[in-house]
C-alpha cells in the first residue's frame, strides 16, 4: 500500500510570513494526526482529525495555526504568521479508526523559519 | 512538557552489546507503543502492548508492560549497526486521554 504523503519536503521562510503544508493519508484510514517534532524532541500532538471532524486540537496554537480536513482525505496545515519558533518538523500520521492502531507516518516537512 | 519520561536520553554502545531504554509516566496507559525514528523519515511502529506484564518479543528486541501499565522497557540483544536510530514510546489514555510521545532516546550502535 502507499505510505503517508507529504509536501512539500523542506520549507524556509522568514518570521511573519505563511506556510502550509499538505498530507495525503492512507485509504481507507479514518484519523489522520499532525505533529510538531521539534530538534531533540518527540512529536507533539498539534490536532486529531476523525474523518473530518476534529477529534482533539488542545495543543494547536489557534491564533496562528488552523488546520483542515476537506472530504475526510487530504489535509492541510497552515501557520500564520510564522514565529522563529515554529521551525521543527511537521509530521502528519493516519491511523485506522481506534486505539491502539499503529501510527503510520509520513516523512515530514523541515520548516526553518529565519 | 512531556508526560511521558524516557530514559536514558542518549546511548552509544558497540556492536554486539545489549541495551535497555526506558519509558515511564505517572499516569496509566490503556496502551503502549514503541516506534523508531531514522533520520530524515518519520517514526515506524515496532510493536503495541496491551496487557499490564505483557512480554512481546520481535527478533533481537523485547519489549515489557509494566504490571500497572505506567511503565515500559525495550531490550536490544546483541545490538547491530542498523539498531541506531531514535526510539520512541507513545501512551494512549491516562488523564490526558489522547496519544503522546516521549522525547525519545538516541541509540547509536558503532561497529
Known amino acids: 500500500e502507499a505510505g503517508v504523503a507529504q509536501s512539500p519536503r523542506y520549507k524556509i521562510i522568514e518570521k511573519r510570513q505563511s506556510v502550509a503544508f499538505w498530507c495525503n493519508p492512507i485509504s481507507g484510514h479514518a484519523t489522520l494526526y499532525w505533529y510538531q517534532q521539534i530538534l531533540g524532541q518527540g512529536p507533539k500532538l498539534l490536532i486529531q482529525?476523525?474523518?473530518?471532524?476534529?477529534?482533539?486540537d488542545s495543543q494547536l496554537p489557534k491564533d496562528r495555526f488552523s488546520a483542515e480536513r476537506l472530504k475526510g482525505v487530504d489535509s492541510t496545515l497552515k501557520i500564520q504568521p510564522a514565529k522563529l519558533e515554529d521551525s521543527a518538523v511537521y509530521l502528519c500520521?493516519?491511523?485506522?479508526?481506534?486505539?491502539?492502531?499503529?501510527?503510520?507516518f509520513g516523512n515530514g516537512t523541515r520548516l526553518t523559519v529565519t | 512538557t512531556q508526560l511521558l519520561e524516557q530514559s536514558p536520553q542518549f546511548l552509544s554502545i558497540q556492536e554486539g552489546e545489549n541495551l535497555t531504554v526506558y519509558c515511564n509516566s505517572s499516569?496509566?496507559?490503556?496502551?503502549l507503543q514503541w516506534y523508531r525514528q531514522e533520520p530524515g523519515e518519520g517514526p515506524v511502529l515496532l510493536v503495541t502492548v496491551v496487557t499490564g506484564g505483557e512480554v512481546k518479543k520481535l527478533k533481537r528486541l523485547t519489549f515489557q508492560f509494566g504490571d500497572a501499565r505506567k511503565d515500559s522497557s525495550l531490550h536490544i540483544t546483541a545490538a547491530q549497526p542498523g539498531d541506531t536510530g531514535l526510539y520512541l514510546c507513545a501512551g494512549a489514555g491516562g488523564s490526558w486521554g489522547k496519544f503522546q510521545f516521549g522525547a525519545g532516546t538516541q541509540v547509536v550502535v558503532t561497529p
Open positions: 482529525f476523525q474523518n473530518n471532524g476534529v477529534v482533539d
Open positions: 499516569s496509566v496507559f490503556s496502551s
Open positions: 500520521a493516519s491511523s485506522l479508526e481506534g486505539t491502539p492502531s499503529p501510527l503510520h
